[in-house]
């Protein structure tokens, strides 16, 4: 984590935007934050969203050999003893002798405190998951875990999907949820937090095939970030040595993004072998396995597994959004959101309040919003309410002006160019939706005109 970032965008100004414009807050921001927790405003609440769409539907909606589950966050001790996750879901732990502040030893460079170098204790291992009681008794035989990954929730259900859905191999069960994990040090924003969600798939394959979907996976996982915009040059991938690789895991290659303090995990790739079916089968004695009616066997299917935080993937999209572009004597911030996962994908803006524009601003504003999420805004200049929307986003602005009212056409302004266009209103959301999909602005409906010239206010 040692490369500096060669772009515009460092932590604390994303920080700052976030916090301002109302993307991520700190949980319990009145009482003073929860380490490792975050609350999402409301345009973070859009774009998080925006990110697990972008991902069932590549991953579930567009496929025919993967399908989604939506299983509970506490379930029974067992699956963790089985897991691995009780005996081997640790980090090691240090705590310095001075200050008494603890620390992951294998996040540290050297043998002091970070914080006041101070003398560490000797390493111990500490299991991060969260635990709790269920029902009202709070003894031994009532402890659960808030689950620290969903995988196992797909795991149990091998059979119960297989049976319901007769899916022939290979074929995938894809998550999105919650997870919790007891992180020893939490830091660089929602990077490593306490509570967080992931979004992955285990895809059940022919042992013997697994390299080879293994290689598929990474590959397609790749240009999912691309597709979405992500700088391929911020992006590369990690093979980890068979030292560090997690107990289930037979070979996991991490993709690694260029975050502002360095690059660092943004998604993992595991090959999972039959670890967990087979460890699921011998502690439940249900047999969790499949039959292959080509070559009549019996066999326990291989998992490769594509796992990832939507947390730190709308991190890494706001890292990779975030922009600062001279404009006249100003800096102009902007995010280069892919319109699919902008908060917000049109502004309709009056140029005044006059009660005629406003009337008919509001109703394109109302047609609009059936389609997107759109928002309406009518305070100050049109050149500060163009820069407010780039500072979120927002791919497209519609202005609505006196000349509006008797030839019923209206502008487009785009986030990215800044060039307009003149339209018919009657053929306003049929061209936002073809902008959106990605058409160029310059590409014309009947009776548009270019409008080259934008207000700077
Ligand atoms: N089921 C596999 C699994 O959970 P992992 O590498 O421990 O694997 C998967 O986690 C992904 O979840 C990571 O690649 C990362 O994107 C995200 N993640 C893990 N720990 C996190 C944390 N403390 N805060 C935010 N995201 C985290």
Redesign the pocket.
């Given at each position: 984590m040692t490369e500096e970032r060669p772009s515009k965008v460092d932590m604390e100004k994303l920080v700052s935007l976030c916090q301002r414009r109302g993307f991520i807050f700190p949980s319990s921001d009145i009482y003073g934050g929860l380490s490792?927790c975050w609350d999402y405003g409301p345009l973070g609440a859009e774009l998080k969203r925006n990110v697990k769409e972008a991902w069932w539907r590549t991953i579930v909606q567009e496929r025919d050999d993967i399908i989604g589950l939506d299983t509970s966050i506490l379930m029974n001790s067992k699956v963790w003893e089985a897991s691995g996750h009780v005996t081997s879901f640790k980090d090691p732990l240090v705590e310095c002798k001075n200050c008494h502040l603890r620390w992951r030893a294998d996040d540290l460079t050297g043998n002091k405190c970070p914080s006041c170098g101070g003398e560490l204790t000797e390493e111990r291992m500490f299991n991060t998951m969260f635990k709790t009681f269920i029902g009202p008794v709070e003894d031994d035989a009532s402890v659960v875990y808030l689950r620290?990954?969903?995988?196992q929730g797909m795991f149990v259900n091998f059979q119960n999907v297989a049976n319901t859905t007769r899916k022939r191999l290979p074929f995938g069960i894809a998550q999105i949820g919650k997870?919790f994990?007891n992180?020893i040090t939490?830091g660089n924003f929602?990077?490593?937090?306490?509570e967080?969600e992931?979004m992955?798939f285990e895809y059940f394959v022919k042992p013997g095939t697994d390299e080879e979907w293994f290689n598929y996976w990474l590959e397609e996982r790749l240009n999912w970030y691309a597709k979405l915009g992500i700088k391929k040059e911020h992006l590369h991938l990690r093979e980890h040595g068979k030292e560090e690789l997690?107990h289930y895991s037979r070979r996991t290659v991490?993709i690694n993004y260029l975050f502002p303090m360095g690059w660092a995990?943004?998604?993992?790739i595991?090959n999972r072998g039959d670890f967990d079916l087979k460890q699921h089968s011998a502690v439940s004695g249900k047999m969790l396995e499949y039959y292959d009616d080509e070559s009549k066997e019996h066999y326990v299917p291989y998992v490769i597994?594509p796992?990832?935080?939507d947390?730190?993937?709308v991190l890494a999209f706001l890292c990779d959004a975030y922009d600062e572009e001279p404009d006249k004597d100003e800096i102009r911030v902007v995010l280069h959101f892919h319109p699919s996962l902008a908060p917000v994908k049109v502004a309709v803006l009056p140029l005044s309040r006059r009660e005629n524009l406003v009337k008919l601003a509001k109703e394109i504003y109302a047609d609009l919003r059936q389609c997107w999420m759109v928002s309406y805004d009518d305070a100050q200049s049109i050149g500060r309410r163009y820069r407010r929307q780039d500072e979120i986003g927002t791919p497209f602005c519609v202005t609505i002006d006196f000349q509006s009212l008797e030839d019923n056409q209206v502008t487009i302004r785009e986030r990215d160019s800044m060039n307009q266009i003149r339209l018919p209103i009657a053929e306003l959301q049929k061209t936002l939706t073809a902008k959106l999909a990605g058409e160029g602005l310059f590409v014309l409906p009947p009776g548009g005109t270019v409008w080259l010239e934008e207000s700077k206010g």
């Open positions: 490792g620290p990954e969903t995988a997870a994990r992180e939490t929602t990077f490593r937090s306490r967080f992931i992955e997690s991490d995990e943004l998604e993992g595991a597994e796992s990832v935080g947390g730190r993937a």
